[in-house]
């Protein structure tokens, strides 16, 4: 029960936080989300903000649209300001998903569309 309230403590920390980051020009960066959610300065790049980065996904997967940027310089996290933001978004994690869906159906030598085919039966046959 302690864990759950502690989860949900961390939860509302970061949605709270969000709601200060709407719009790409408002990205902000992990060390910064993570001090602001977690309260303190991480050691360790990926072992300490992994935590933060699961507690993302979970927000994403309730439908929350928590997005993020890349760039050379940096970037970070932000909740879509305006529905071509969230498109854009979207568009970028779709291609993304499909250049790996494409290199493994390279490795495997079947093309891409037999390759989903075999996909979606195993997702239908495990449900």
């Not at 300065?41 to 979970?58: F, S």
Request: proline letters at 1%; charged letters at 25%.
């Amino acid at each position: 029960m302690k864990e759950k309230q502690h989860d949900l403590l961390y939860r509302n920390r970061l949605l709270a936080v969000m709601m200060n980051h709407i719009g790409a020009h408002n990205a902000i960066g992990m060390a910064e989300l993570f001090q602001e959610v977690w309260g303190g300065i991480w050691e360790n790049r990926i072992n300490d903000t992994r935590a933060l980065r699961q507690l993302v996904t979970e927000l994403r997967f309730e439908g929350v649209a928590i997005c993020s940027v890349s760039y050379k310089s940096g970037g970070g996290y932000y909740l879509a300001a305006a529905g071509s933001e969230l498109v854009q978004y979207l568009r970028r994690t779709e291609i993304r998903a499909l250049k790996i869906l494409m290199r493994n159906a390279k490795i495997k030598k079947v093309s891409l569309p037999n390759y989903l085919g075999q996909i979606k039966l195993n997702m239908e046959a495990e449900s």
